[in-house]
């Protein structure tokens, strides 16, 4: 008898967790983040090490996965980025709160969301252009994670610290931007994917130029959100925790409009 309720509740369990997969996957609302450590996530790092402080913004939820390094479907934990951006340690980043909150403000009927992280702490815009590695990456994770269902609803960017070092990089970010953003939505085959920027809140000496390039940016169904102003870790570079938690629901706010405004140019969201 007791083999006999053991062996039912392994096949029950086992039905539930494929059914359950296989409705998350037709229903998979996909994101995709990228660009370098602020969307990797570097909140509650401090010398190379993880404080491991997951606020509950951040806490996993069934309905929120990530498309892993293997390219395979599973439940999103912190650190989202941590088998991508595997030179450096990552921490608390926008991803899973940004999960959670789409989830909270939009209706029950939403179904499940993909995160697809692909950011890479340390890289230029350059590093990104179409036939590099890291662009290359991207788009062949992008596509992986349409394999089983689902539909990628918008690309998450949060990138320019490195860019806002050089003069020449600064001066030439708005021009590879937009091709960055065209390119892309050509290879995904999606003319009007809504592509979420952050502008930079550190940098180098010429950060206010790639921030004056990621604010004008006129292109059809670009955002950009503001992240001038959030609390910094000592490093004076990257986000901390609660900043974090912030940006990503500033971020979730910003989606959620995109699906009841009509298609328009880059407009600008303080964060404050």
Excluded at 107 to 127: M, Q
Excluded at 195 to 207: D, R, T
């Amino acid at each position: 008898m007791g083999y006999l309720l053991s062996l039912m509740v392994i096949l029950v369990s086992h039905a539930c967790a494929v059914g359950a997969a296989d409705w998350g996957l037709q229903n998979n609302n996909i994101f995709i983040l990228a660009g370098q450590s602020n969307m990797a996530g570097r909140g509650g790092v401090v010398n190379e090490t993880w404080d491991g402080i997951v606020p509950s913004e951040c806490r996993p939820n069934p309905s929120i996965l990530r498309l892993s390094a293997g390219l395979t479907w599973v439940e999103a934990r912190e650190p989202l980025h941590a088998d991508i951006d595997t030179n450096k340690t990552c921490g608390i980043g926008p991803g899973i709160v940004f999960a959670n909150a789409v989830l909270n403000l939009k209706d029950p009927f939403f179904g499940i969301v993909g995160l697809v992280p692909c950011a890479v702490g340390g890289t230029n815009l350059s590093e990104w252009s179409r036939g590099s590695y890291l662009y290359t990456q991207l788009v062949r994770r992008a596509k992986a994670s349409l394999q089983h269902g689902g539909k990628i609803r918008a690309l998450l960017w949060y990138q320019g610290e490195s860019d806002s070092e050089s003069r020449d990089y600064a001066d030439s970010y708005k021009g590879k931007l937009e091709k960055f953003i065209m390119d892309l939505r050509t290879d995904l085959r999606s003319p009007m994917l809504p592509v979420i920027q952050v502008g930079v809140a550190s940098g180098g000496p010429f950060m206010e130029t790639v921030r004056k390039a990621q604010l004008g940016l006129h292109l059809p169904n670009v955002t950009c959100v503001d992240a001038k102003g959030l609390p910094l870790e000592p490093d004076g570079l990257h986000l901390t925790t609660p900043a974090q938690v912030h940006l990503g629901h500033k971020l979730a706010r910003d989606f959620l409009q995109t699906l009841s405004r009509p298609i328009t140019s880059n407009t600008s969201k303080s964060l404050m």
